[in-house]
């Protein structure tokens, strides 16, 4: 968790707290990002780790418009359905 939170708002890493509002800049919907992982768990963080190590570029480019007063959305809640949605494709 940490990993991604830092790799997607380029805060330090160490002391990112496990639970805290600080969660939303990444686009989880409450104070525990764990809770937000029941649909798809450890796969949905990787995946959203994943977009970021891959292409580094583009995914800033998706967090700024994640976070844009325009385009607003929940970058970590979108990618985790999107991962959802994925492993139930048949």
Request: hydrophobic share 40%.
């Given at each position: 968790?940490e990993?991604?939170?830092?790799?997607?708002?380029?805060?330090?890493s160490?002391?990112?707290?496990?639970?805290?509002?600080?969660?939303?800049?990444?686009?989880?919907?409450?104070?525990?990002?764990?809770?937000?992982?029941?649909?798809?768990?450890?796969?949905?963080?990787?995946?959203?780790?994943?977009?970021?190590?891959h292409?580094h570029?583009?995914?800033?480019?998706?967090y700024?418009?994640?976070?844009?007063?325009?385009?607003?959305?929940?970058?970590?809640?979108?990618?985790?359905?999107?991962?959802?949605?994925?492993?139930?494709?048949?």
């Amino acid at each position: 968790l940490e990993s991604c939170f830092c790799a997607f708002t380029g805060k330090p890493s160490g002391g990112v707290a496990r639970h805290g509002t600080h969660w939303d800049l990444l686009g989880f919907q409450g104070n525990d990002p764990a809770t937000d992982l029941r649909s798809c768990g450890i796969l949905g963080l990787l995946q959203l780790l994943s977009l970021h190590n891959h292409n580094h570029e583009n995914a800033a480019r998706v967090y700024r418009l994640s976070r844009s007063a325009t385009q607003e959305f929940p970058l970590a809640v979108v990618s985790l359905n999107m991962t959802k949605h994925a492993l139930q494709v048949r």
